[in-house]
T-cell receptor
Framework: EPEVTQTPSHQVTQMGQEVILRCVPI?????FYWYRQILGQKVEFLVS????????KSEIFDDQFSVERPDGSNFTLKIRSTKLEDSAMYFC??????????FGAGSRLTVL | GIQVEQSPPDLILQEGANSTLRCNFS?????LQWFHQNPWGQLINLFY???GTKQNGRLSATTVATERYSLLYISSSQTTDSGVYFC???????FGAGTRLTVKP
């Protein structure tokens, strides 16, 4: 079954550093998403992306965050200047239409 | 966005027991997904269910969009069913807070 692939699986960074999380969505999918989950809490929507632009974003997705589809396969989430509270699991998801989402295994970000 | 309420927040079962998890929405939804987050943190699709009932092995789900709720049934629970169950309306894709299920041997 096709998978959404995320890298790295775990990243440790110092506060204030920039981080880029990468995702390879399923090849025929057109909609892409980022979510985050702080340890022990619920899964929170960050942003959705379609047709090379952000279609929706949450209040969490402030100016520190950006997303990009730099080529035909990758979808990235950049955090410009990480804060301690950015420590979380970040999930990428994709869907063919506005229907069933498939999630990647997640990237755990630890900010020290 | 749509508010999603899941109940119960926590559920402890003996292996073999049945259970029903509930998801209520603040507005009508025309499609919904149920996910299982296993103890390793992976989010697994269980059902994409706009309406009606779907079955997959010991699991089944029913969505009544007009009544703004969806139910997930787990029959003959197993320890591998442990984890957190989330529902999310697909239009909105905001997750509920989840139901944490623990199945004891």
């Amino acid at each position: 079954e096709p998978e959404v692939t995320q890298t790295p699986s775990h990243q440790v960074t110092q506060m204030g550093q920039e981080v880029i999380l990468r995702c390879v969505p399923i090849s025929n999918h057109l909609y892409f998403y980022w979510y985050r989950q702080i340890l022990g809490q619920k899964v929170e929507f960050l942003v959705s992306f379609y047709n090379n632009e952000i279609s929706e974003k949450s209040e969490i997705f402030d100016d520190q965050f950006s997303v990009e589809r730099p080529d035909g396969s990758n979808f990235t989430l950049k955090i410009r200047s990480t804060k301690l509270e950015d420590s979380a699991m970040y999930f990428c998801a994709s869907s063919e239409g506005t229907q069933k989402l498939t999630f990647g295994a997640g990237s755990r970000l630890t900010v020290l | 966005g749509i508010q999603v309420e899941q109940s119960p927040p926590d559920l402890i079962l003996q292996e073999g027991a049945n259970s029903t998890l509930r998801c209520n929405f603040s507005d009508s939804v025309n499609n919904l997904q149920w996910f299982h987050q296993n103890p390793w943190g992976q989010l697994i699709n269980l059902f994409y269910i706009p309406s009606g009932t779907k079955q997959n092995g010991r699991l089944s789900a029913t969505t009544v969009a007009t009544e703004r709720y969806s139910l997930l049934y787990i029959s003959s629970s197993q320890t591998t069913d442990s984890g957190v169950y989330f529902c999310a309306p697909v239009r909105d894709m905001r997750f509920g807070a989840g139901t944490r299920l623990t199945v004891k041997p």
